[in-house]
């Protein structure tokens, strides 16, 4: 399975952006899509993930202002991001599940998200 996240760039607290991620290669082995985000000096931080039944969660951090959502016909999965706050500055990485699996096995490259106040 190969990943491609696209989208990210800078924008102003409250604004919005949309990241995507598209998934190559043995597709039917996944089981679920996800987020996650490093800012600079922080941990990795799980975001959001969208299982193949169409059951999506949340971090706390991003529940209400985020959204995962899917094109299951160009195996593409998207995080919409809406009122962006200077706390949302990171690296985005989308990550891959296989079935039978409970942990991420793919990520896609990062890309940079920078919110400014």
């Known amino acids: 399975v190969q990943l491609q996240a696209s989208g990210g760039g800078l924008v102003q607290a409250g604004g919005s952006l949309t990241l995507s991620c598209e998934a190559s290669g043995n597709v039917r082995s996944i089981n679920e899509r996800g987020w996650y985000r490093q800012a600079p000096g922080q941990q990795h931080e799980w975001v959001a993930t969208l299982t193949t039944a169409g059951i999506t969660r949340y971090a706390d951090a991003v529940k209400g202002r985020f959204t995962i959502s899917r094109d299951i016909a160009k195996n593409m999965v998207y995080l919409q991001m809406n009122s962006l706050k200077p706390d949302d500055t990171a690296v985005y990485y989308c990550?891959?599940?296989?079935?039978?699996?409970?942990?991420?096995?793919?990520w896609g490259q990062g890309t940079l998200v920078t919110v400014s106040s």
């Open positions: 990550s891959a599940t296989l079935r039978l699996t409970n942990r991420p096995a793919f």
